[in-house]
């Protein structure tokens, strides 16, 4: 039983972040390696607890809002928060 509930854990955790947006060269003016580090610890922080929303599905002051909330409780330090948050409203629209 323990192996299914891990399966389908596994299973949903991976789903969710394939379709999130991946950083390229033509992506932003910030660096793609700092774009897909703010994606990795987007996905390793907060899929943890909950679903992980796509990029555009929030504007840069709701992300902010949201990042501010959570920070304490996913216990997230400012330089990954900053990270994450440069990802999430960098993504194309």
């Given at each position: 039983?323990?192996?299914?509930?891990?399966?389908?854990?596994f299973l949903v955790l991976?789903?969710?972040?394939?379709?999130?947006?991946?950083?390229?060269e033509n992506s932003t003016?910030?660096?793609v390696l700092e774009l897909k580090k703010g994606r990795k610890l987007y996905v390793n922080n907060c899929a943890g607890c909950h679903?992980?929303?796509?990029?555009?599905?929030?504007n840069a002051l709701a992300w902010q809002h949201n990042l501010d909330a959570m920070q304490?409780?996913?216990?997230?330090?400012?330089e990954h928060k900053k990270l994450i948050y440069?990802?999430?409203?960098?993504?194309?629209k």
């Open positions: 039983m323990k192996k299914i509930i891990l399966y389908s854990l991976f789903s969710c972040s394939s379709q999130l947006y991946i950083p390229t003016t910030i660096s679903q992980l929303y796509t990029p555009n599905k929030y304490p409780k996913a216990k997230i330090s400012d440069n990802y999430l409203v960098n993504a194309p």
